[in-house]
């Protein structure tokens, strides 16, 4: 089981103040939320199997927040060799993830989300919107949504 | 965050053998594009200044050329010409120095940050006061004294004609030396160096009345006459930042002169993933040393007011531009900004995966945010200021309820936000 400190050691990063560093990761099934990410579990038929490729030893940068310099790497959990990962994106899509049964994946936060352990299934990974201002000369005309980054 | 530069502090003034190799720089650079060196350059303290210096020198070479050209149309003139041809060089020389001085002199006069209040948010603005100088110049007046109404407006064509052509000529030239510079690789790309471009271009793209005023007042001061030569180009002002050779100088380049700016004094930046962009909540994130300033809130050019002293709830909604809006409301705060502008709550409910915390969805009643609501959250893990980080995010005016607001964020279901086991 990983803890905080050995499953943010994966990305290089030092455990944040208000995390206990010795406090197990919790490894869950259902859907989680790590700041503007949102870990969806989704039914198997739905992932785009031939483009599911390992996750590199280093890890996936899912997502990277410009305005605040952090990463949300996705990661395999221990003994997790046949961790698949699609990147797919479609408006707040990111992409696809398949553990497999016995194994794990981390989604790792470099500020200070820390990490969430995921249990084996299909998952989709979103990231978060927000409904947009972005109108000149029309004061407050809502036209679109916008990223979130954090 | 105060950036800086390993090589060269970024804010400290130019020393004389930086400067003179910038100048080397630039004239390798001139070779290597197969132009003649001009070998007159002229040092100016900000962007501003040297953007409406290069358009006044620049549009008075094109004019004197004209000048030249026109006076060989018959052999009187001719032969006149010829005489004074010798004596021309010299008088061309003299007056693309002369004029560039009074540019400087007024800049010097009535201060550059004068100046860029004046044409802050409106770059046409500016544009009013360098066509008033120019018109005055090409009409024949002695300096900037009173011009009559015919003799303003046969400046006023003048000048957009000649301003035109002489722009173009600062184009071709930059566009040559720049690739050319590229070449022996000496600039560097730099996003903060090119927001703070932007920053400068978008300066002049709105209008207020009260900025408007304040142009007319400095024009007729300047001019002595009550109306001011405008000239509603916008391809005019496209260009108001260079090619630069990096260390947050611009410069210009022109057959006949090259302008360059003295670095600014400060630059704030805030550091992100891929670099870096202009940010700074309580003052001006780039000021060069003859007060020129430029605010800047996380990348985004805002107006001065809305950084010192902040914005009221009156002021923000008053503004046209929905993203320096936004960026106000970030400054104030959308906590403070739902109380300040009597956003209602609609509904609360507990927020899923993040016990004891709850959602809270606000409308404003007055319409001022359309047809958006605000939802209010709690940070899913403790901030560093030792205490649960609220914030708001604006979600769809048809929603009412604060889940499934939170669930629309993430484009998921809202009975599967509802089951969120955990919150990070």
């Not at chain 1, 820390?114 to 407050?140: D, M, Q, S, W």
Request: net charge neutral; glycine share 8%; with cysteine.
């Amino acid at each position: 089981m990983h803890t905080y400190a050995s499953a943010l050691a994966l990305s290089a990063v030092a455990v944040p103040a208000h995390l206990d560093a010795d406090v197990t990761v919790p490894i869950l099934s259902g859907p989680q939320a790590q700041g503007d990410l949102m870990i969806i579990p989704v039914t198997a038929g739905s992932l785009p199997y031939p483009r599911l490729e390992p996750l590199p030893s280093a890890g996936i940068r899912v997502v990277h927040g410009e305005a605040t310099g952090n990463t949300h790497w996705l990661h395999a959990g221990f003994e997790s060799p046949d961790v698949r990962w699609a990147s797919d994106l479609d408006g707040v899509r990111l992409g696809y993830l398949l553990v497999p049964d016995a194994q794990s994946a981390l989604l790792v936060h470099t500020g200070e989300h820390g990490a969430n352990g995921i249990a084996p299934c299909t998952y989709a990974i979103h990231r978060k919107r927000e409904h947009a201002v972005l109108v000149e000369h029309a004061p407050f005309t809502i036209v679109a949504p916008r990223l979130v980054e954090d | 965050m105060r950036r800086t530069d390993p090589a060269r502090p970024a804010c400290e003034p130019l020393s004389d053998r930086r400067r003179a190799a910038l100048v080397d720089e630039l004239r390798r650079a001139y070779l290597a594009a197969g132009l003649p060196w001009p070998g007159r350059v002229w040092w100016v303290p900000s962007p501003l200044v040297g953007d409406l210096g290069a358009r006044t020198a620049a549009a008075t070479v094109q004019r004197s050329h004209e000048m030249r050209t026109a006076s060989a149309a018959s052999r009187r003139q001719r032969t006149a010409a010829a005489l004074r041809r010798g004596a021309g060089r010299v008088l061309l020389a003299g007056r693309t120095v002369g004029v560039t001085m009074v540019v400087y002199a007024v800049f010097w006069a009535v201060g550059a940050t004068t100046v860029a209040v004046c044409v802050e948010d409106a770059q046409r603005e500016g544009f009013v006061i360098f066509c008033t100088m120019l018109g005055g110049l090409l009409g024949g007046a002695s300096g900037l004294s009173q011009l009559g109404h015919d003799r303003m407006v046969r400046a006023d064509t003048v000048a957009r004609a000649a301003h035109d052509r002489a722009v173009a000529e600062i184009d071709a030239t930059g566009r040559r030396v720049r690739a050319a510079l590229l070449d022996v690789g000496s600039p560097r790309s730099a996003a903060v160096e090119d927001l703070i471009g932007d920053g400068l271009r978008s300066m002049a793209l709105g209008t207020s009345r009260t900025r408007q005023r304040r142009v007319d007042d400095l024009v007729r001061r300047m001019t002595g006459v009550s109306e001011p030569v405008t000239v509603p180009s916008t391809r005019v002002t496209a260009n108001l930042t260079r090619p630069r050779t990096g260390d947050d100088i611009w410069w210009w380049a022109h057959p006949e002169f090259v302008i360059v700016t003295e670095p600014p004094a400060e630059v704030h930046v805030e550091t992100t993933g891929g670099g870096c962009r202009p940010h700074r909540p309580d003052g001006p994130a780039v000021r060069w040393r003859d007060g020129l300033r430029l605010y800047f809130w996380h990348g985004t050019h805002v107006p001065a007011g809305l950084i010192e002293p902040g914005w009221t709830v009156e002021e923000i909604h008053r503004h046209h531009n929905s993203e320096v809006r936004r960026a106000a409301i970030e400054r104030m705060g959308w906590l403070t900004y739902i109380e300040r502008a009597g956003l209602r709550l609609i509904a609360s409910a507990p927020d899923p995966g993040n016990p004891p915390h709850r959602l809270h969805l606000y409308e404003d009643p007055q319409r001022r945010l359309g047809r958006a609501h605000v939802l209010v959250m709690t940070n899913g893990s403790p901030a560093d200021i030792g205490h649960p980080l609220l914030y708001a995010e604006t979600v769809p005016g048809h929603i009412d309820d604060p889940v499934e607001a939170a669930a629309w964020q993430y484009d998921c279901p809202a009975d599967v936000y509802r089951a969120l086991q955990r919150r990070t």
